[in-house]
């Protein structure tokens, strides 16, 4: 590396960013104040791409969180009473220092969790546009209908259902975090933030900028640490109303048990296995493209990868040719560098757990086409080589679990009620992907292919006021413009009386 690459150059900015968590321990942010860590317990946060410590983090303890949960509760009512005016220029605000600070979130975010910098960039840009948009609805937020009966009028009122718990992943925790929280103040909630142990630093850059926006103490609160202390108190707490988490499937069942007592309203992004089906008559070039990015970008640690390949019969040799000379292609190499397309992964348990498939995928019968060993020659990292496994069928391992990294496994099919079949034959129901130039077709496999999102000759094109959600194990409830308001929100129903009907008489 030269002092004038590329990389050197993002390493040497992201070091100056990077100092704050080296030299200091990063710790929570609550009602307002930055909290002393002098005589918490830490861990070290660990760099994907060496192994080495980024820096000490506290880990929390079920009393901090009560601390902030209590804090977003005596927030509540002033917020919730704030007019959403005044809301709508304090988040816009709020996105206005996102963007400001773009370059240092998307150097943090991927020293942090070894996405790679070009797709970060996008993330801290997205984040300010989630802000945004949460922004400008928050005027029209509480909002209801006008119900008519022949006797009665009835109007619908809706007002924050109150403190929330949000808690995050560490796949790209910036952009999710925005997402989550930006409608909850939009809404009138205050907010317990947890972001996940693996990922803290862009979560407290977030919190940095609640500071700095003047969102006022105890709207935005943020708690380090992890799940089964810090994580499992917020679900308990009484003063938080509901909980949205985006994780596993199995912290999804944790979380409902645990809220139980406290019976909280729950919204769950969850895990995936999600089809992308190629027909015979699909654009070929557009469709190999999607198919590529769709599970190799953010180094497959994507809640929407296509991470099962159905291909039809008859386009299946040319299009599995053309998918490897693609996948062997792919740059893995270090986040921070612009021509990296696969960095490494998250932390070491979970490249073990990567690796591991390799093994499985051959004890079931499966042929490893490109890939499946890790990548030693790029040092100490957690870099795999990107995999595609090919000669699978739906029932092996690679097929049913996910895996969550830069792996592909590609099945075939002969016609469409084989592909529904197989597409449907999982756990899990977040998103599936249809490429056919038959629009006919491209409708019947929408209304049968069982999943909350499908995108028809597309990769995961966003749109806000869309909802974004899965079904069976993969979620509950949906986010994205007004459906983020129906979870944040409570309806209350008023039913007015024309003065015509009759009231019924009783011991008159
Ligand atoms: P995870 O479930 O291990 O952790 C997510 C968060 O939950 C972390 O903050 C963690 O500390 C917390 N947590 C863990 N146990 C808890 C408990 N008992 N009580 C309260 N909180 C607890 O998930 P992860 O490994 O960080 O992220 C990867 C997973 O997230 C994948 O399964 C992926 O598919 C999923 N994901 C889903 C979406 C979606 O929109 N559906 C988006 C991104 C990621």
Redo the contacts with the bound molecule.
Sequence with gaps: MTSNSPLYENLERAKGFLARFSSSVTGHYINGKWQDTDDADTYDNIEPANNTSLGKVVAGTPSDMNSACEAAADAFEDWADMPGAARKKLLHHFADLIEQRADEIALVESSDCGQPIRFMKQAAIRGAANFRFFADKAPEARNGQSLFQSDHTNLTIRSPIGPVGI??????PFM?ATWKIAPALAAGCTVVH?????SPLSATLLADISQEAGIPPGVWNMVHG???TV??R??EHPAIKAVA?????T?GS??MR?AADTLKRVHF????KNPVIVFDDADFERALDAVVFMIYSLNGQR?TSSSRLLIQNGLKDRFLNALKARVSNLRVGHPLDPATEVGPLVHRGHFEKVLGYFKIAVEDGACVAIGGHRRDDLGDGNYVAPTLFTDASNSMRIARE?I?GPVLTAIGFDDEQQAISIANDTDYG?AGYIWTKDTGRALRMAQKVQAGMLWVNSENNRNLPSP?G?MKM??IGRDGGDYSFDFYMETKNVCIAHDTHTVPVMGR
Excluded: M, R, Y
């Design positions: 808690i995050t992943p560490w796949n790209t999710l947890k972001p996940a142990e693996l992890f799940g089964e994580g499992k917020l679900t988490l985006v994780g596993e499937t912290t944790h979380i645990q992004e969850l895990g995936g809640c996910e969550f977040l974004f899965g993969s979620g």
